[in-house]
């Protein structure tokens, strides 16, 4: 129940994004510890203080192995590591951290903090973008040596069992035969509070970097004196817990919820709707419009004031607003992410009231014709999608001056771009007055914001189903399952999320309810999936988790391709700097000065009222692949540095390979219940990749007209095929977060050999006949822009379908209730039931 969170952009959140620091790829440095004796093959990020990039950390950080003398040619179970972290200086005031698979999520992560005289470590996991969980699996460290000054701390370890992991069934491992490691780096400079107790720390943000580096493997790294080396490693260094046994009481992210909940009050609904998102809050509004009861169903909290949300810094202390509405405030999110961000989806996702639209940046774009018309089969081509478009503009017009006081702020990074594309024969427009011109154009960024509030379906639709008394919603209530006799659906199965949500079982009205996922790509696919339906690779996996005991059994499920065709925009980020480039600290926002503060409380104007990190110019161009097929790029400029560039004069400009594309992923479910990206859905297509290439390339000759502009990503020295070709393919690095596709849409019904849709043309999933999908999940293919506004649209549009569809009835006996390929009513009068009498037929006796 990701909400559309995983796909609206959260988005250029990411000043925090990946960087790619070319010292660190590749092979290795040998460095052999003089105390020891011990070789490691090493990879370091230098201190930024020495000259190390802009995004390098404070202290640089320095990682080694030494492996078993066979590692490279049989897999290595265990490790010696070498991990040198910085201080700042000053202080031992900082922890630093390792991904033993490159990601945070889902891999063996290993914390490190100096405590006393001491290093204290703790293997932590995580499920989600949020402080992750103590690790629960066998992962063995026992110290060689270590040491602390007063810029960095040392640590000399063994590590057994850390090169495979399994945290609740959610499992993975690296590959020392492969030739190269992923690993992932993060650094604080703050220590963990309760630090001497490793069992009970709680910490923040790595707020001194964090990176992913492909490792290569050489012969430095392997050793015949491995073993007489691990022999060393003989202190095991616990902390103190006060000698009493810890009881965790800090984590917080478990993919299994553990609130206490209200039981399931007595009623039934015509519509039930999963995910208070981009999708479900229009779709709940237009069906309760329609007289219909309905019940919208979100797993998280509220977020916006408007709703109960309490979540904000200091300077909102007196007001109606939290850190979601102020549009200056939302690339606050993933700093601070404890119960915002899902805890079951490896993607960064919103699991609060409004999902995706409460935590992105608000870009709000009238769709292009042909994004319609290239992927989206007949019913919902563009001229179908014309009248919910209007409907939808007409609630959330959107602006692109969102300050009220009519000015924009900051706009010398925007000035200095558009100056550039226009002496290059690029043409401005505003986007939304002209949503088909999307080559070579370039527009001010348009946000669904209103009134210098974040505003969107949550201040508009959500207000208006709210006053109505068929209209009910319930927040932290998390949907396991839906209830089903064969393909047609009772009710849901719902447990509390956090303390006060609900738990039991309702249910929608008797023979004509329904029930409508919007939980996005991965909450809805999840739901499905626990439901018994899926895929069966998918479906056993669930069988064998917690699940299993209470899952419907196996005559029962329904085979459909839920999860694959996974897609998100390719995003590849390029940066350049000017010296006219003005930055403002959106982090800071927290607590910005008395001016910004002000100007924004009493007039909802200034700097704060514009999305961080200053967004623009977006721009647009459409490139013709050797295969036929024209492939949409979009590039979202900012005021902010990334990849080793500072903030201060950098501009990033992240390119998103959109409609055209033609690389797919997979989401898959591990034994833990989580969802996973195992497959990543970036550039396996040649035409894919030379798009990404050719646009770069044309940017670059566009802008080389700007005097005083300086490209440093990819530097001037580097040609943008090894550029590209080079950089290392992974959601860390590529992801948008408009992840779409999980369950798509189309007439070739899943359940049949070749077939590739999950949900008809009515979103009704194929095999049921009241069950709905209506998100992200269902776009065929991927789009131009930001795909909020058109997640919003497909909910207009699948509102109007779904009302038009005759209302269910019972099935009289010997009618047909079932069968591979039926696509009528699943249910029968009582006193029959459906009865199974061959794959092709069932029947109502
Ligand atoms: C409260 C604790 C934490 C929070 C809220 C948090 C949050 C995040 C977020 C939001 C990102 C994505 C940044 C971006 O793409 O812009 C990230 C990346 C990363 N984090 Fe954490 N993190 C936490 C603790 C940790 C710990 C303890 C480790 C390792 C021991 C770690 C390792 C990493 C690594 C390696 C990355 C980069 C790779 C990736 O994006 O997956 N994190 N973290
Ligand atoms: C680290 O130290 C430098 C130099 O003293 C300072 O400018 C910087 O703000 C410090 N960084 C953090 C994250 O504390
Ligand atoms: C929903 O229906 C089931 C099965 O009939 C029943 O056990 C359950 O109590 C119902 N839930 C509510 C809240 O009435
Ligand atoms: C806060 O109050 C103002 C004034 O009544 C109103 O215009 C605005 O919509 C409210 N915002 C939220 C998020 O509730
Ligand atoms: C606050 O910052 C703004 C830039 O956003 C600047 O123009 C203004 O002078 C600053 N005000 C104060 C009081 O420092
Ligand atoms: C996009 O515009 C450029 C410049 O006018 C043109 O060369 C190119 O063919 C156009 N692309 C497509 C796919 O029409
Ligand atoms: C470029 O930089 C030089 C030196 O800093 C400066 O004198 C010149 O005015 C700049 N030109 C432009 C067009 O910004
Ligand atoms: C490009 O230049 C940078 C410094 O300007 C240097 O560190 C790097 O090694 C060079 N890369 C190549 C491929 O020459």
Redesign the pocket.
């Known amino acids: 129940m990701g909400r559309l969170g995983s796909l609206a952009k959260l988005l250029l959140?990411?000043?925090?994004?990946?960087q790619q620091c070319f010292g660190q790829n590749g092979p290795p440095t040998p460095y052999t510890d003089s105390e020891t004796g011990i070789t490691f093959a090493t990879w370091s990020v230098p201190d930024r203080a020495e000259g190390g990039n802009g995004l390098a950390p404070w202290g640089g950080l320095t990682f080694g192995v030494a492996l078993p003398e066979n590692a490279l040619t049989t897999d290595a179970t265990e490790l010696i590591g070498y991990l040198k972290c910085g201080s700042n200086g000053t202080t031992t005031d900082a922890?630093?951290?390792?991904?033993f698979g490159?990601?945070?999520?889902n891999?063996l992560?290993?914390?490190a903090w100096p405590h006393e005289d001491e290093i204290l470590t703790s293997f932590?996991f995580?499920s989600g973008?949020?402080?992750?969980d103590l690790y629960t699996g066998d992962a063995k460290l026992t110290q060689i040596s270590s040491t602390i000054d007063k810029d960095h701390f040392t640590l000399i370890f063994r590590c057994q069992n850390c090169l495979a992991w399994n945290q609740d069934g959610a499992s993975g491992s690296a590959s020392t035969s492969a030739g190269s490691l992923i690993l992932?780096?993060?650094s604080a400079l703050r220590a963990p509070t309760n630090a001497g107790c490793p069992a009970e720390i709680n910490?923040?943000?790595?707020n001194n970097g964090?990176?992913?580096w492909g490792a290569t493997l050489d012969e430095s790294a392997a050793n015949p004196s491995y073993s007489e080396w691990a022999a060393k490693a003989t202190a095991t260094v616990t902390g103190d817990c006060g000698g009493a046994t810890p009881t965790t009481t800090t984590t917080t992210t478990t993919s299994v919820p553990t609130a206490t909940g209200i039981p399931v009050p007595t009623g039934t609904y015509d519509y039930i709707v999963v995910g208070a998102g981009a999708g479900g809050i229009p779709l709940a509004d237009k069906l309760s419009e329609a007289g219909k009861s309905v019940l919208l169903i979100e797993k998280g909290p509220p977020s916006s004031g408007r709703w109960g949300g309490t979540l904000k810094p200091e300077w909102l202390k007196d007001t109606n607003l939290t850190r979601f509405d102020v549009p200056g405030l939302c690339n606050e999110i993933?700093?601070?992410?404890?119960g915002v961000?899902c805890t079951d989806t490896d993607q960064?996702a919103g699991c609060v009231l409004g999902g995706g639209t409460a935590v992105n940046a608000g870009l709000w774009w009238k769709p292009y014709n042909l994004d319609w018309d290239y992927n989206f089969p007949r019913g919902w081509k563009s001229r179908d999608m014309a009248a919910a478009t209007r409907r939808v503009f007409s609630r959330i017009p959107g602006t692109d001056n969102p300050s009220m006081d009519g000015k924009r702020y900051l706009q010398q990074g925007f000035e200095i771009l558009a100056g550039g594309l226009k002496a290059a024969g690029w043409t401005e427009v505003t986007a939304n007055d002209a949503p088909n011109k999307k080559n070579h154009t370039y527009s001010h960024s348009p946000f669904m914001f209103s009134g210098g509030e974040r505003g969107g379906p949550m201040g508009t639709y959500l207000v208006s189903a709210s006053r109505r008394k068929n209209f009910h919603l319930w927040t932290g209530t998390a949907v396991k399952r839906v209830v089903r006799t064969g393909g047609h659906i009772t009710g849901l199965e719902v447990e509390p999320f956090v303390n006060g949500g609900y738990t039991g079982v309702v249910n929608v009205t008797s023979i004509t309810g329904r029930v409508v996922l919007s939980a996005g790509a991965f909450g809805s696919a999840k739901i499905l999936l626990r439901s018994g339906i899926g895929p069966e690779d998918q479906l056993e996996i669930v069988k064998s988790s917690t699940d299993g005991p209470t899952m419907i059994s196996d005559s029962s499920w329904i085979t459909l391709p839920v999860g694959y065709n996974l897609e998100d925009h390719t995003n590849t980020d390029t940066v350049v700097t000017h010296p006219d480039v003005v930055f403002y600290d959106f982090y800071e926002a927290g607590h910005p000065n008395v001016t910004d503060k002000d100007l924004y409380l009493n007039s909802r104007a200034g700097i704060l009222a514009q999305a961080a990190p200053n967004i623009g110019p977006m721009f647009w161009e459409e490139i013709k692949g050797k295969d036929g097929v024209v492939r949409q790029l979009q590039w979202t400029a900012r005021v902010e540095g990334s990849a080793g560039t500072p903030n201060g004069y950098a501009m990033t400009m992240s390119q998103y390979l959109g409609r055209g594309a033609k690389s797919r992923g997979r989401m898959t479910i591990t034994k833990a219940l989580t969802t996973v990206v195992s497959t990543v859905p970036y550039l396996q297509d040649k035409n894919d990749v030379e798009a990404v290439i050719q646009g770069i390339k044309n940017l670059q000759a566009a802008l080389s007209n700007v005097k005083n502009l300086t490209w440093t990503y990819p530097p001037s020295n580097t040609t943008v095929e090894d550029f590209v070709n080079n950089m290392l393919v992974?959601?860390?690095?590529r992801?948008s977060n408009h992840w779409i596709g999980t369950n798509k849409l189309g007439t070739d019904d899943g359940r049949s050999r070749g077939g590739s849709a999950v949900v008809d043309l009515n979103t009704k999933v194929y095999g049921t006949d009241n069950l709905f999908v209506v998100d992200a999940g269902i776009f065929p293919g991927h789009i131009t822009t930001n795909p909020t506004s058109y997640i919003v649209i497909a909910a207009e549009r699948a509102s109007e379908r779904i009302l038009d569809l005759p209302p269910a009835r019972a099935q009289p006996r010997f009618a047909q209730c079932g069968g591979r390929t039926w696509t009528g009513s699943f249910q029968c009068a009582a006193p029959y039931t459906c009865q199974y009498r061959n794959e092709r037929y069932s029947q109502c006796r």
């Open positions: 959140a990411v000043g925090l994004n990946v922890w630093c951290g390792l991904s490159g990601p945070m999520t891999s992560l290993l914390m932590r995580a973008y949020t402080r992750p992932g780096w993060a910490f923040n943000f790595h964090q990176m992913i993933w700093v601070n992410s404890a961000a960064m992974s959601y860390t690095n992801r």
